[in-house]
Nanobody, 125 residues
Framework: QVQVVESGGGLVQAGGSLRLSCAAS????????MAWFRQAPGKEREFVAA????????YYASSVKGRFTISEDGAENTVALQMNSLKPEDTAVYYC??????????????????WGQGTQVTVSS
């Protein structure tokens, strides 16, 4: 069983920063890509950022590009999301996702077969 665990959410004022971390763990397990999605109250889950390990390419939603950075977090199957210049509209539950299949369609939630429980990010105005 693969466990995906997020950490680092919290409450921050607009213009502030937060760093989310995520680890996908199972013995002898490798991911092909990892990503962050988010879901605000009353809205559908939306793509935030993704990284493909074989190419190192990163992908961002237009709403976060230039403010958020996704990267490996110091070990295999880990990912971090550095969020700067946060806005109230960034308030949501943030979910980490991991893919074990071919790293295509990394902005599509269907690509990912393992998901974390989510961590709350609240940005006050």
């Amino acid at each position: 069983q693969v466990q995906v665990v997020e950490s680092g959410g919290g409450l921050v004022q607009a213009g502030g920063s937060l760093r989310l971390s995520c680890a996908a763990s199972r013995r002898a397990f490798s991911t092909s890509a990892m990503a962050w999605f988010r879901q605000a109250p009353g809205k559908e889950r939306e793509f935030v950022a993704a990284i493909g390990w074989s190419t190192g390419r990163t992908y961002y939603a237009s709403s976060v590009k230039g403010r958020f950075t996704i990267s490996e977090d110091g070990a295999e199957n880990t990912v971090a999301l550095q969020m700067n210049s946060l806005k109230p509209e960034d308030t949501a539950v943030y979910y980490c996702a991991a893919a074990s299949g071919p790293p295509f369609g990394l902005t599509n939630y269907r690509t990912y077969n393992y998901w974390g429980q989510g961590t709350q990010v609240t940005v006050s105005s």
